[in-house]
């Protein structure tokens, strides 16, 4: 039971997964720490080669195989999540942050975050007729978002004339 509130979900981020390594024998390397603060500075979907060109362009020096082996550990300890929109892989938040579903465009690969609390509603029936204890569920909405499907319409509307 934790009493302890951290509002700082760095800080807190940093420490959960300070734990982690220490179980496992390990320290928190100043490149990792310095990883996890940014990651966990703010909230996004983001790729493993995003993440690279963003710490590249502040200037931190950090390898790709330190950024790889962070993140994968990062899903191990349960602070980030992975989702699959087609062929890229997102990592996201996982640790202090609401459950949601998500919409991906097919064209731009733009993102959104919805909550639906009948997902979860539907998810608990399912989970009862099937005599199964669910903890999670992955849902995503695939298509085009507004701009694009307007864009594929005024298009279409070009190749008639
Ligand atoms: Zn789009
Ligand atoms: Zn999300």
């Given at each position: 039971?934790?009493?302890?509130?951290?509002?700082?979900?760095a800080s807190?981020?940093?420490e959960?997964?300070?734990e982690?390594?220490?179980?496992?024998?390990?320290?928190?390397?100043?490149?990792?720490?310095?990883?996890?603060?940014?990651?966990f500075?703010?909230?996004?979907h983001?790729?493993?080669?995003?993440?690279?060109d963003?710490?590249r362009?502040?200037g931190?020096?950090?390898?790709?195989?330190?950024?790889?082996?962070t993140?994968?550990?990062?899903?191990?300890?349960?602070?980030l999540?992975?989702?699959?929109?087609?062929d890229?892989?997102?990592?996201?938040?996982?640790?202090?942050?609401?459950e949601?579903?998500h919409l991906?465009?097919r064209?731009?690969?733009?993102?959104?975050?919805?909550?639906?609390?009948?997902?979860?509603?539907?998810?608990?029936?399912?989970?009862?007729?099937?005599?199964?204890?669910?903890?999670s569920?992955r849902?995503?909405?695939?298509?085009?978002?507004?701009?694009?499907a307007l864009?594929?319409?005024?298009?279409r509307?070009?190749?008639?004339?």
């Amino acid at each position: 039971m934790e009493t302890r509130r951290d509002h700082d979900p760095a800080s807190s981020a940093e420490e959960k997964f300070a734990e982690y390594l220490a179980l496992r024998g390990k320290r928190l390397s100043r490149a990792q720490r310095e990883l996890v603060r940014y990651i966990f500075s703010y909230h996004d979907h983001f790729t493993a080669t995003k993440l690279i060109d963003d710490i590249r362009a502040k200037g931190m020096k950090i390898s790709r195989a330190t950024v790889y082996r962070t993140l994968a550990r990062l899903v191990d300890a349960g602070l980030l999540r992975t989702h699959r929109f087609e062929d890229q892989v997102a990592y996201e938040h996982q640790y202090g942050y609401p459950e949601h579903d998500h919409l991906y465009c097919r064209n731009c690969g733009k993102i959104v975050e919805f909550t639906a609390p009948q997902l979860a509603e539907l998810r608990e029936h399912v989970a009862r007729e099937h005599r199964f204890r669910a903890q999670s569920h992955r849902f995503i909405i695939t298509g085009l978002c507004e701009s694009c499907a307007l864009q594929q319409a005024r298009r279409r509307k070009v190749d008639f004339i």
